[in-house]
Structure formats: structure tokens, C-alpha cells
């Protein structure tokens, strides 16, 4: 069955420090892979999807992902974390039906 | 600019009430979806719907019911709510296609007294 796993629930980073945020999936076929950021008391926007190719993706914000299908994981990556980041950040798989199933979620915290 | 509006973003009922929660969106997607948001559970679908009059059971259907009587509006329905569906509802959209992203709404936040 697929699902997705976010490992870390919350995660308190410094204003300008580097960030990753864990991801591993469990899927069959080949994946399709997203990250969603929640601000709070907001719907969910998309920050990258992968879907194929280069396996290193670019996304909204500043944000990078790299998928490793050896180790089933799609790592969300940004080099200096701003204020502005803190929110919800989901992981997401969808099939080749259109269903799309989520990880729990991290809480980012930013210092300042 | 594409949008998913979600009728109601705060709703307060009372144990029993029918409640409706709407879901309306402008880019003409096929697929639409319902999910339910609970701290440290995530996203978990609830019934989506890949065409008008179409209906398909997610991961927590009991208690839930929907319509989709037009391509654009996808409603979820609580028969008789209880305190235990106390929550975030999500709606969502996405276009029929292997590489389709979900765009979402806003939300609506369900207390049930």
C-alpha cells in the first residue's frame, strides 16, 4: 500500500540556517512526488513536484527537493531558511489513478 | 488566477445538525477531492470525484456523503454531525493526468458542540 512518511513532527531552525525537511515514500510503480507548505489558517500550496528527469527538482520560495529512489526518500532542501518559512510543509505521492496520499506533516519553527 | 473557494471558513453546530460544506472551483477540473486535516494525522481523504455524478469512497468515508451535481462544485455533506468530526475539511482540485497537482482551498474549520 502507498504511503508517506514525514519522520520529524516539528523542527526549530535559525534565521539564515539550512534546512531539510525528511521525506520517504512506500510506492510500487514509479512515483509522483509533491511538498506543500500550509501557513496557518490556510489552504495547502504546492512548492515542487517531481515527476520524471532530472532528479534534483527546483521550486517556489527558494526550495529544492532531490529524489532518491534507492533510499524511497524526496528531501525538501532550502540553503537559508527566512522568517517567512514557518508553516506546515506536507509530502505528498500520487498514483497513476489521481489519488494522492500525505505524509503527517513537519512544523517548521524559525528562530530568529 | 486559478481558485478553489471553500464556502465557509468558520462553521460553529450543534450535535445532530445536517451540515453542507461547498467547494467550488474555476479551472475546470475533473477531479475533485475532500479531505479531512487533524494535528499529527495530516490529510486524509475522505470521498473524491473524478467526473459529474461520480462518486468514490477515500480512506474515511463513514459519516460523510457528497454531491457533484456540476463539473465545478463538489459538496461534502455530515448526515447528523458529531463532536468526533470536529476538524479542517480541505477541498481540492486537479486536472485528469498522470503529472496533475491538487490546488486547494482555503479550508473550513468544523466545530461540532
Known amino acids: 500500500a502507498q504511503s508517506v512518511t514525514q519522520p520529524d513532527i516539528h523542527i526549530t531552525v535559525s534565521e539564515g540556517a539550512s534546512l531539510e525537511l525528511r521525506c520517504n515514500y512506500s510506492y510500487g510503480a514509479t512515483p509522483y512526488l509533491f511538498w506543500y507548505v500550509q501557513s496557518p489558517g490556510q489552504g495547502l500550496q504546492l512548492l515542487l513536484k517531481?515527476?520524471?528527469?532530472?532528479?534534483l527538482v527546483q521550486g517556489i520560495k527558494g526550495f529544492e527537493a532531490e529524489f532518491k529512489r534507492s533510499q524511497s526518500s524526496f528531501n525538501l532542501r532550502k540553503p537559508s531558511v527566512h522568517w517567512s518559512d514557518a508553516a506546515e510543509y506536507f509530502c505528498a505521492v500520487g498514483d497513476n489513478f489521481n489519488k494522492f496520499y500525505f505524509g503527517s506533516g513537519t512544523k517548521l519553527n524559525v528562530k530568529p | 488566477d486559478v481558485k478553489v473557494t471553500q464556502s465557509s471558513r468558520y462553521l460553529v453546530k450543534r450535535t445532530g445538525e445536517k451540515v453542507f460544506l461547498e467547494c467550488v472551483q474555476d479551472?475546470?477540473?475533473?477531479?475533485m477531492f475532500w479531505y479531512r486535516q487533524d494535528p499529527g494525522l495530516g490529510l486524509r481523504l475522505i470521498y473524491f470525484s473524478y467526473d459529474v455524478k461520480m462518486k468514490e469512497k477515500g480512506d474515511i468515508p463513514e459519516g460523510y456523503s457528497v454531491s457533484r451535481e456540476k463539473k465545478e462544485r463538489f459538496s461534502l455533506i455530515l448526515e447528523s454531525a458529531s463532536t468526533n468530526q470536529t476538524s479542517m475539511y480541505l477541498c481540492?482540485?486537479?486536472?485528469?493526468?498522470?503529472?496533475?497537482?491538487?490546488?486547494f482551498g482555503e479550508g473550513s474549520r468544523l466545530t461540532v458542540l
Open positions: 517531481y515527476f520524471s528527469g532530472d532528479t
Open positions: 481540492a482540485s486537479s486536472r485528469t493526468s498522470a503529472t496533475g497537482e491538487l490546488f
Open positions: 479551472m475546470d477540473h475533473e477531479n
